[in-house]
């Protein structure tokens, strides 16, 4: 079966060697020197991609370079087959939206927000707009500024959804938000990509929304980029260690992409091509901790364990170039 | 079909969807030439991202089990493909090493075994001679 | 084109109700009934008059500018920048369309202006000398402070554009301390300039209209650099 049904584009975002560098005495959100160092990453038309990492890691930064809401300094950006500067106002009807809070007016009322946003894209539909106000169950009279935070998003989502948007891009949508909205948006994107025409890109630091869902991740972790690729083989390519408290030797931290250390024992994230050795190498000697199997327990870490232990570093895993398959070798097409 | 996928159960899902569906084509609950729900239809169901599902469809179909028919659909394969073939060998070898091993430590003796072979095939209403 | 327009009708929704069109025509019709009720009120004597005229200038005057600069001010208050960055326009069609929205304010300015002339003709009362000179003048100020302050606009909050206004016109009456202090005379090199400027309509026309222009491009060309290296 062939799901090479993208309508004709391939690709619906490449990012190539992207930066942006602040000065240091401007320097982002806290003062210091930012910078997002050449991030390179694809997303296939049809699928989801979770942007992970944590705060202050560049994710926001990225969206707003590709939405040129502020000016890259290297790189080239193509939005559904088009360059995001050269066809700016092209490649713009055709994205949908949504950030953490609101963009409108907050004076405007949630009508009024679907009749200022219709005329500047072609494609709007009012039928679809004020079908999704009445399936999200917003009121056409409330001001914005009368919505909760969750209704605010979903405003911008009924907003980015009327107008045959082929890209939707997410900044933090599910911040503030409970389980139970967090639950509807997954089940929206899942139903929105599943004619293989639309893409979904998602930044969030809440991981477990993107754990089943996911298409692609692409890890972004103190300004460079850690991973990109298929989520499965990002869960697949690491293991976790548990062992007693201390029992950690030298040549083991230095095998470790991520260790935390509790008075009760500590955990390790460790390469899943390295864990021979991680094993072999423990404080005694090689033969002691082979000859002890209940020693270090291991399991397959969530994503949620994968970036607590890895986050904040700046360095790709040690073997591992940290960009693990480019999209575009990665098979989406079932083999025939 | 039924497909339960547990996010919990440590079991990377993908390996959920391939034995779930390995299970249902040996048990015959799935038959030869059977459609497979549409990578994207199944997908959405079980609400999971469609690369995990391609991806066991893709495993499947190397371990010949399943066949993907371009521009058609996923559908299981006949009986009669050597793969399948094999793979119900192989079960039919480890479960006789199993009772094999059973017998052994309930001090049953080979002849009893065989009694017992015929018993259980009396029983089956599929069993041919 | 299309970006254009599509900008003038979303500013017009930024500024609601009290914004649009009707905004504009507010300034159409307030002078002409401040004059009426001015008019009627006091004596029909030309000091009056040009006691009307100052208030209404006065009045009309800020107004406008503020006007003319009203979607940052609400988009800054009410809304977030954010917009701007998302919508299907680019950044140079923002700004042609905000500076048309401002021609169109400057343009209902003058319109009520001057319809306040008859409407103090027809209440009898004396029209001050020199009038149309004096409005001419005014709406030419009133210009060059949006054509100046809309840059600025692009790329600073209202805050720091507060901060900065208080300075300059500390500034101006500065400098205009020390230029009155030079033996230079001033009015009547402004005199000499404006009836070089007005001898005939044609020549008028002919200077005054390429200088406008080249002013207008100027500042719509600082407004998009300002704002093209401003962060959304």
């Given at each position: 079966?062939?799901?090479?049904?993208?309508?004709?584009?391939?690709?619906?975002?490449?990012?190539?060697?992207?930066?942006?560098?602040?000065?240091?005495?401007?320097?982002g959100s806290q003062g210091r020197t930012f910078s997002l160092d050449g991030v390179t990453f694809d997303l296939p038309m049809g699928y989801i991609m979770g942007l992970i990492g944590p705060n202050g890691a560049g994710k926001s930064t990225l969206i707003r370079l590709l939405l040129n809401m502020v000016k890259r300094d290297q790189g080239s950006i193509k939005i559904l087959g088009m360059d995001n500067l050269l066809q700016e106002e092209a490649?713009?009807?055709?994205?949908?939206?949504?950030?953490?809070?609101?963009?409108?007016?907050?004076?405007?009322?949630?009508?009024?927000?679907?009749?200022?946003?219709?005329?500047?894209?072609?494609?709007?539909?009012?039928?679809?707009?004020?079908?999704?106000?009445?399936?999200?169950?917003?009121?056409?009279?409330?001001?914005?500024?009368?919505?909760?935070?969750?209704?605010?998003?979903?405003?911008?989502?009924?907003?980015?959804?009327?107008?045959?948007?082929?890209?939707?891009?997410?900044?933090?949508?599910?911040?503030?938000?409970?389980?139970?909205?967090?639950?509807?948006?997954?089940?929206?994107?899942?139903?929105?990509?599943?004619?293989?025409?639309?893409?979904?890109?998602?930044?969030?630091?809440?991981?477990?929304?993107?754990?089943?869902?996911?298409?692609?991740?692409?890890?972004?972790?103190?300004?460079s980029l850690y991973y990109t690729g298929p989520r499965d083989e990002f869960e697949d390519a690491f293991v976790l260690l548990h062992g007693a408290p201390g029992d950690v030797s030298q040549a083991q931290r230095s095998l470790a992409l991520g260790l935390r250390e509790f008075s009760t024992g500590f955990d390790a994230l460790v390469a899943v091509e390295h864990v021979g050795a991680f094993l072999a190498a423990g404080q005694d000697g090689p033969?002691?901790?082979?000859?002890?199997?209940?020693?270090?327990?291991?399991?397959?870490?969530?994503?949620?364990?994968?970036?607590?232990?890895?986050?904040?570093?700046?360095?790709?895993?040690?073997?591992?170039?940290?960009?693990?398959?480019?999209?575009?070798?990665?098979?989406?097409?079932?083999?025939? | 079909?039924?497909?339960?996928?547990?996010?919990?159960?440590?079991?990377?899902?993908?390996?959920?969807?391939?034995?779930?569906?390995?299970?249902?084509?040996?048990?015959?609950?799935?038959?030869?030439?059977?459609?497979?729900?549409?990578?994207?239809?199944?997908?959405?169901?079980?609400?999971?991202?469609?690369?995990?599902?391609?991806?066991?469809?893709?495993?499947?179909?190397?371990?010949?089990?399943?066949?993907?028919?371009?521009?058609?659909?996923?559908?299981?394969?006949?009986?009669?493909?050597?793969?399948?073939?094999?793979?119900?060998?192989?079960?039919?070898?480890?479960?006789?090493?199993?009772?094999?091993?059973?017998?052994?430590?309930?001090?049953?003796?080979?002849?009893?075994?065989?009694?017992?072979?015929?018993?259980?095939?009396?029983?089956?209403?599929?069993?041919?001679? | 084109?299309?970006?254009?327009?599509?900008?003038?009708?979303?500013?017009?929704?930024?500024?609601?109700?009290?914004?649009?069109?009707?905004?504009?025509?507010?300034?159409?019709?307030?002078?002409?009934?401040?004059?009426?009720?001015?008019?009627?009120?006091?004596?029909?004597?030309?000091?009056?008059?040009?006691?009307?005229?100052?208030?209404?200038?006065?009045?009309?005057?800020?107004?406008?500018?503020?006007?003319?600069?009203?979607?940052?001010?609400?988009?800054?208050?009410?809304?977030?920048?954010?917009?701007?960055?998302?919508?299907?326009?680019?950044?140079?069609?923002?700004?042609?369309?905000?500076?048309?929205?401002?021609?169109?304010?400057?343009?209902?300015?003058?319109?009520?202006?001057?319809?306040?002339?008859?409407?103090?003709?027809?209440?009898?009362?004396?029209?001050?000398?020199?009038?149309?000179?004096?409005?001419?003048?005014?709406?030419?100020?009133?210009?060059?402070?949006?054509?100046?302050?809309?840059?600025?606009?692009?790329?600073?909050?209202?805050?720091?554009?507060?901060?900065?206004?208080?300075?300059?016109?500390?500034?101006?009456?500065?400098?205009?301390?020390?230029?009155?202090?030079?033996?230079?005379?001033?009015?009547?090199?402004?005199?000499?300039?404006?009836?070089?400027?007005?001898?005939?309509?044609v020549r008028t026309v002919l200077l005054a209209v390429p200088i406008a222009v080249a002013c207008v491009a100027l500042s719509i060309l600082a407004s998009d650099r300002m704002y093209g290296s401003k962060e959304l």
């Amino acid at each position: 079966m062939n799901d090479n049904s993208g309508g004709g584009i391939q690709y619906a975002l490449r990012v190539n060697d992207v930066g942006k560098h602040y000065p240091s005495d401007k320097g982002g959100s806290q003062g210091r020197t930012f910078s997002l160092d050449g991030v390179t990453f694809d997303l296939p038309m049809g699928y989801i991609m979770g942007l992970i990492g944590p705060n202050g890691a560049g994710k926001s930064t990225l969206i707003r370079l590709l939405l040129n809401m502020v000016k890259r300094d290297q790189g080239s950006i193509k939005i559904l087959g088009m360059d995001n500067l050269l066809q700016e106002e092209a490649v713009k009807t055709q994205l949908g939206v949504v950030f953490d809070t609101s963009y409108f007016i907050n004076l405007w009322t949630v009508d009024r927000c679907g009749k200022a946003m219709a005329p500047l894209y072609p494609n709007w539909s009012q039928t679809v707009f004020l079908d999704y106000l009445q399936r999200f169950g917003l009121d056409p009279a409330k001001k914005v500024k009368e919505l909760s935070r969750g209704m605010q998003m979903k405003l911008m989502l009924a907003v980015a959804l009327s107008h045959d948007a082929r890209l939707l891009v997410l900044d933090e949508p599910t911040s503030g938000l409970d389980v139970l909205a967090r639950d509807e948006l997954m089940n929206l994107l899942a139903d929105y990509i599943a004619d293989g025409r639309h893409s979904v890109l998602f930044s969030t630091h809440i991981t477990t929304d993107l754990e089943r869902s996911a298409d692609f991740i692409t890890y972004i972790n103190d300004g460079s980029l850690y991973y990109t690729g298929p989520r499965d083989e990002f869960e697949d390519a690491f293991v976790l260690l548990h062992g007693a408290p201390g029992d950690v030797s030298q040549a083991q931290r230095s095998l470790a992409l991520g260790l935390r250390e509790f008075s009760t024992g500590f955990d390790a994230l460790v390469a899943v091509e390295h864990v021979g050795a991680f094993l072999a190498a423990g404080q005694d000697g090689p033969t002691t901790a082979l000859a002890d199997p209940d020693r270090y327990s291991q399991e397959r870490p969530g994503f949620d364990d994968i970036l607590r232990l890895t986050a904040r570093r700046s360095k790709a895993p040690q073997g591992n170039t940290g960009v693990v398959t480019a999209a575009a070798d990665y098979d989406t097409e079932v083999e025939a | 079909m039924k497909l339960i996928i547990s996010s919990i159960s440590g079991q990377p899902i993908y390996q959920q969807i391939e034995q779930q569906i390995r299970d249902a084509v040996l048990s015959g609950e799935l038959v030869a030439g059977q459609a497979l729900p549409s990578l994207r239809s199944l997908a959405k169901e079980l609400r999971i991202s469609v690369l995990t599902v391609t991806r066991a469809y893709n495993e499947l179909a190397q371990e010949g089990l399943l066949e993907n028919i371009q521009g058609k659909g996923t559908f299981v394969m006949s009986q009669g493909s050597e793969r399948m073939h094999e793979q119900l060998l192989e079960q039919v070898r480890t479960n006789l090493d199993r009772a094999v091993n059973a017998a052994m430590q309930a001090d049953v003796g080979m002849d009893a075994l065989h009694d017992m072979l015929d018993q259980a095939a009396g029983a089956n209403p599929t069993a041919t001679g | 084109m299309n970006g254009v327009v599509s900008q003038v009708r979303l500013d017009n929704a930024r500024m609601m109700s009290y914004g649009r069109f009707r905004g504009n025509l507010l300034l159409v019709y307030l002078a002409p009934l401040m004059a009426l009720v001015m008019g009627l009120i006091g004596d029909k004597t030309e000091e009056t008059a040009s006691g009307i005229l100052g208030g209404i200038c006065g009045g009309l005057s800020p107004l406008t500018i503020i006007y003319c600069v009203w979607p940052f001010m609400l988009t800054e208050q009410y809304g977030d920048s954010r917009i701007d960055g998302m919508i299907p326009i680019s950044r140079m069609q923002q700004v042609v369309g905000r500076y048309i929205m401002a021609g169109c304010t400057i343009l209902a300015d003058a319109v009520g202006l001057a319809l306040a002339v008859p409407v103090l003709k027809m209440i009898g009362s004396p029209v001050p000398p020199r009038l149309w000179q004096f409005d001419g003048l005014l709406l030419l100020v009133v210009s060059l402070l949006v054509l100046i302050a809309m840059p600025f606009f692009y790329r600073y909050s209202t805050m720091t554009m507060m901060k900065g206004m208080a300075i300059a016109i500390v500034g101006i009456a500065v400098l205009y301390l020390l230029l009155s202090r030079l033996p230079v005379d001033w009015m009547h090199m402004l005199s000499t300039i404006t009836a070089f400027l007005s001898a005939s309509a044609v020549r008028t026309v002919l200077l005054a209209v390429p200088i406008a222009v080249a002013c207008v491009a100027l500042s719509i060309l600082a407004s998009d650099r300002m704002y093209g290296s401003k962060e959304l």
